[in-house]
């Protein structure tokens, strides 16, 4: 067996603390160890592997490509770019995409297009409105748009122009918003912050504010896109149209690719303003287009809320019946249950030595993210090795 520990300790940067487990082979909702024990992955990735393991359709595309062409500069064409292009905008609200390798990367992205409308369509506006608890990812521009003042503080002095309001509070908005402003930038359902969904017409209103003072509204979708939360992207949930969007982990089902997205009136580059090496390479795009042809085909989003109605329903009846349970809080298959006291790792270990990996998202909560593709029995499954976990950390009995 090989030493994972040892190895991690002695060759890796201290970045994170990993779970003990080391996977070896996938498949469908299921992965295994070295020793051929089986989990079922509810975090996937989190939230990545969107049509589950080592999917045949990604297989396949993957071989495919892999024959024909992996790479090619963005300085030519690629019949899987040119799909997955002219899919995305044919199934969205926008006009215009530029491909990433991840979500970080989509989110700069975004930000550097927002800043270049500013520059010419708002006198030089430059400020972004972002939400606290926000996750946008790790550059030194998303640490600063993100809410988490600890993956800040280290590396300072951080860029400038990026403002903080309480999430799902249209009025922190309105008394943020100045000359300068140029976007809000927000997750429709904050993830790393713990899954938080804000009211209903959060979104509806602030769209309203955004258009009356000539804002741009920027969403990252890079978790809650691509039919995670029952709908292709969470801004039809919303009954919203932003003027950018950002895609990442679940649009690739588990290889590095993410997109921007903007409404003509705002895709305001011009040759030159960006670029990328490996982004949009034809290896990534050909199982992007699939896993997006996937979802569209197979009318995933429906299915994910049938799942969702299922996972909301187990998850409250825990919050009925035990005291370390305080609240459950989601949209199709992305959840959370939140505990009385930080007990999320104790939680999320016990889990994992009953075969159900999940992700401690919070100190005091666990995430539920399995692949859009999971069985109702295995979403039974999982979910009654986590009552049975609760339950035994609350010391009550089950049945
Ligand atoms: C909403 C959101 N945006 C951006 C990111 C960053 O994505 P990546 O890790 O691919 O850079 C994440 C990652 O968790 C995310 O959840």
């Known amino acids: 067996m090989t030493d994972h520990r040892e190895k991690e300790a002695k060759y890796f940067m201290r970045t994170g603390r990993r779970m003990d487990l080391l996977a070896v082979r996938g498949q469908g909702t299921k992965i295994w160890d070295e020793a051929g024990k089986e989990y079922l992955d509810f975090f996937g990735g989190p939230a990545t592997i969107s049509l589950g393991h080592s999917h045949p359709v990604i297989v396949d595309a993957l071989v495919d490509q892999a024959q024909q062409l992996i790479h090619v500069s963005n300085q030519f064409y690629s019949l899987p770019q040119l799909r997955l292009a002219e899919l995305l905008i044919e199934h969205s609200c926008f006009d215009r995409v530029y491909f990433q390798n991840s979500g970080a990367e989509a989110n700069e992205g975004a930000l550097k297009l927002a800043r270049k409308w500013g520059k010419e369509k708002k006198n030089g506006a430059f400020e972004i409105i972002c939400a606290e608890n926000a996750f946008h990812g790790r550059t030194l521009q998303l640490i600063t748009a993100s809410g988490t003042e600890r993956y800040k503080a280290p590396f300072t002095p951080l860029p400038e122009g990026f403002v903080h309001v309480p999430f799902n509070d249209v009025d922190a908005v309105k008394q943020a918003t100045t000359a300068n402003t140029v976007a809000v930038f927000m997750e429709p359902i904050q993830g790393e912050g713990g899954i938080i969904v804000p009211d209903d017409d959060y979104f509806k209103k602030l769209r309203a504010w955004c258009d009356e003072q000539n804002i741009l509204l920027i969403f990252d979708e890079v978790q809650t896109g691509c039919g995670r939360i029952g709908r292709m992207f969470a801004y039809e949930y919303y009954g919203v149209e932003p003027d950018i969007m950002t895609l990442g982990k679940g649009i690739g089902g588990g290889v590095p690719l993410s997109a921007f997205l903007a409404k003509e009136h705002c895709a305001v580059f011009t040759p030159g303003d960006h670029g ?89 909560a666990v995430r539920i993210v399995p692949p859009l593709t999971v069985t109702e029995e295995e979403l039974e499954q999982g979910l009654a090795i986590l009552e049975h976990v609760i339950a035994e950390d609350a010391g009550v009995a089950t049945k």
Do not use: C
Not at 306 to 331: A, M, T, W
């Open 276 to 364: 990328s090496t490996y982004g949009g390479e034809p290896l990534t795009t050909r199982v992007g287009a699939e896993v997006v042809s996937y979802i569209i085909d197979n009318d995933i989003p429906q299915q994910v809320t049938k799942k969702g109605e299922l996972v909301e329903r187990r998850l409250h009846s825990l919050q009925d019946r035990f005291p370390n349970v305080v609240q459950v809080r989601g949209k199709g298959l992305m959840w959370a249950v939140e505990f009385k006291g930080d007990i999320g790792e104790r939680i999320t270990n016990a889990a994992l030595a009953a075969g159900l990996i999940l992700n401690n998202v919070r100190p005091n």
